[in-house]
T-cell receptor, first 114, second 113 residues
Framework: KAGVTQTPRYLIKTRGQQVTLSCSPI?????VSWYQQTPGQGLQFLFE???????NKGNFPGRFSGRQFSNSRSEMNVSTLELGDSALYLC?????????????FGPGTRLLVL | AQKVTQAQTEISVVEKEDVTLDCVYE???????LFWYKQPPSGELVFLIR????DEQNEISGRYSWNFQKSTSSFNFTITASQVVDSAVYFC??????????WGAGTKLIIKP
């Protein structure tokens, strides 16, 4: 099976702009989670989508949003970018059968906000 | 509240040495899951192991082994005969009641040739 794919891999934006990141899960996986990784805060959970519905949400401002499509592909959007949004954004998919299934991660999108 | 502590920020050893990465967790749940992931310089998190709270059997996979002790709330990871390719950041994680992962800060492992 193909792994989790994320596009783009690298992105440079300026403050105030918005950005959309894309994630395609492993075939058959219906749960997609997003994480932000920074040197200072480590790995932080953003949100999780399952069957096109946001099932869980981390402690991030409303500028961070996401959605999931019927084919389980997911996008996350960050509006009004701030310098502190520079990070590695990781997407993970799992089969989500009712127990904490293993999450498989994509290569990430490195976002730099100038 | 759940918490995962990886007290070792960075470990440096010479190739072929054995090395143990520590992970201590806190949770009030009786059912929980623990994970280890490896993050090489490329950035992708690679799944290593998943263990539930009812299975305290130690696990061995090649040069990797894990020691799970509920009595001390620890889930330590040992690499035997380390290799340069083992150099990476290793994360321990704990599932929360919503099945999301609570992450440790990670341990950077440097294997010198």
């Amino acid at each position: 099976k193909a792994g989790v794919t994320q596009t783009p891999r690298y992105l440079i934006k300026t403050r105030g702009q918005q950005v959309t990141l894309s994630c395609s899960p492993i075939s058959g996986h219906r749960s997609v989670s997003w994480y932000q990784q920074t040197p200072g805060q480590g790995l932080q959970f953003l949100f999780e989508y399952f069957s096109e519905t946001q099932r869980n949400k981390g402690n991030f401002p409303g500028r961070f949003s996401g959605r999931q499509f019927s084919n389980s592909r997911s996008e996350m959007n960050v509006s009004t970018l701030e310098l502190g949004d520079s990070a590695l954004y990781l997407c993970a998919s799992s089969s989500s059968t009712g127990t904490p299934e293993t999450q498989y991660f994509g290569p990430g999108t490195r976002l730099l906000v100038l | 509240a759940q918490k995962v502590t990886q007290a070792q920020t960075e470990i440096s050893v010479v190739e072929k040495e054995d090395v143990t990465l520590d992970c201590v967790y806190e949770t009030r749940d009786t059912t929980y899951y623990l994970f280890w992931y490896k993050q090489p310089p490329s950035g992708e998190l690679v799944f290593l192991i998943r263990r539930n709270s009812f299975d305290e059997q130690n696990e061995i996979s090649g040069r990797y082994s894990w020691n799970f002790q509920k009595s001390t709330s620890s889930f330590n990871f040992t690499i035997t005969a380390s290799q340069v390719v083992d150099s990476a950041v290793y994360f321990c994680a704990l599932s929360d009641p919503n099945y999301q992962l609570i992450w440790g800060a990670g341990t950077k492992l440097i294997i010198k040739p």
